[in-house]
Structure formats: C-alpha cells, structure tokens
C-alpha cells in the first residue's frame, strides 16, 4: 500500500491519502477543516508543553502531529481543488523570501528590530487592501496574547507610550479606577476596568519584552506547586484541607513558599 523507500514527507502525503480514501479510516473520511480545528489547537500548545520539558524526544513526536495536522488539512483542500500540500510549501517558501530582503535580495537590517519593522511594512504593502493595521490580528488568540499582538501592531506606526515608566503610571491610574467601581459593586464596570488593567499590565510586559502568556503559566505553575505542598503537608498532619481555617491554610502556604 506504501512503498518502503517513499521520502518521509512523501510518505506521510501518502497517508494522509490514504485516510480519507474509499477504503480509508471512517473517522478521518468524516473531518472537514471546522472539525479538524480544535486538534490543530491542541497539538500546538502540546509542542509548546514539549518545549517547556526539555524532552527532544517528546518534542519531535509533537512536531509530527502538527505537521499531520497540516497535511490532513491541504488533502481535504486538495480533494476539491481548492489547494494542495504542495501549494502551501510553495506560499509560504515565497513569503518567506519576499519578506527577508536583507537575507535573499540587497537589502540590509542593522538588527532584529530593523527586521521586525521592514517585515510589517512588506506585510501591509501585501495586504494593502486591509482597512486597519489590527485586522491581521487572529480573533481567537487566548486574550493576554490578543492584546499583546495588537499593542504590537500599532507601536509600527508609532502609537506607543514613550517609556515604559509611562505604562507602569497607566497601570496604577486604572487600579485606582478597578477600585472605585469595586467599591460601586457594578459587575459590568468591574469588567470593563479589570480588562483595562490587564491591557496595561500587557503593555508594561511587552515593553520589557516579556511574554504575558509565559509570565501568566509561570504563577500558575508556582501557584499549583505550593497548593499542592500545601496539601501534602495536610495529608503528613492528618489533616483535611475542606476542614482547616484560612489561617491554618495560609500557614502551610508559607511553609511551603519557604521551602522552595
């Protein structure tokens, strides 16, 4: 059915042909690119759980169902002629040198910054019929992320704060602000400004180059790290955590802080 020798990347072609084939797989014969695309969500942030290991070998694997992911996608394309596997490497090989001039025509970049700032105006001569700057900015990006891309977006043109002490004095003008409209108890205020500080806090971070995503799975992790001390620590006393105080609770907190 496969020949031995095919290329990896011909081979895995040939799977994906396979699948969706007559005699194929009636679970793969049923996807369509909508309900392909909660897997292709998953398998990007299993890469980015892969990542944070530091296994190469789990790595590697999760890589692989990505690129599945994109094969699966460009045969069902494929197979009512709207694009092949082909087209897509071709596309992007094309973009990929159309927007490094600096390294494929005579063009030259100082720094990465200088590369980042010639890659958005290459972008938008591309995309010259997109109303607004923000319009390449994916709708269902998780949130802190969303406000980072765009906060990026429009700094190419110049809207920025000037220094980043100038964020952090937005950060402690909308805390004043998510105060008040606690104390007012209005639910769609509390949203509006709790939003507001979160954007701002998005803004300092991207200032000093910080990742918001990285920054948030960071305290989770820490977070779940000492409750899950804590609860062991309960566990050692032969004590029950839904019976404990609050202050017995955050005496085992500190107990644990203290022990990292």
Request: glycine share 4%; proline share 3%.
């Amino acid at each position: 059915m496969i020949e031995k020798n095919l290329p990896p990347l011909e081979k895995l072609k040939k799977i994906s042909e396979i699948l969706r084939s007559e005699n194929g797989c009636p679970w793969d014969k049923e996807q369509t690119f909508s309900s392909m695309k909660p897997y292709l969500i998953e398998e990007a942030y299993e890469v980015y759980d892969a990542i944070d290991s530091g296994s190469m070998d789990d790595l590697r694997e999760e890589l692989g169902d990505v690129l599945y992911q994109i094969y699966a996608h460009s045969q069902i394309a494929s197979e009512t002629g709207e694009f092949t596997i082909d087209d897509v490497a071709e596309g992007i090989s094309e973009k990929l040198i159309r927007r490094h001039p600096h390294v494929f025509a005579d063009e030259n970049a100082e720094d990465s910054q200088a590369v980042l700032n010639r890659w958005e105006q290459i972008k938008k001569e591309e995309k010259s019929s997109r109303k607004s700057v923000l319009e390449g900015v994916p709708a269902h990006l998780p949130a802190l992320l969303m406000a980072y891309r765009m906060q990026e977006k429009v700094s190419h043109i110049g809207f920025d704060w000037e220094s980043v002490d100038d964020a952090v004095m937005k950060i402690d003008e909308e805390l004043e602000e998510f105060k008040e409209v606690v104390k007012q108890q209005d639910r769609e205020k509390m949203i509006d400004e709790a939003g507001d500080i979160l954007f701002s806090i998005v803004n300092v971070l991207r200032h000093q180059k910080i990742d918001p995503e990285e920054a948030l799975r960071k305290s989770s992790a820490k977070f779940k790290k000492r409750f899950m001390c804590l609860e062991s620590e309960a566990e050692k006393a032969e004590k029950d955590i839904h019976q404990m105080s609050l202050q017995e609770l955050d005496e085992l907190w500190e107990k644990c802080k203290k022990a990292e």
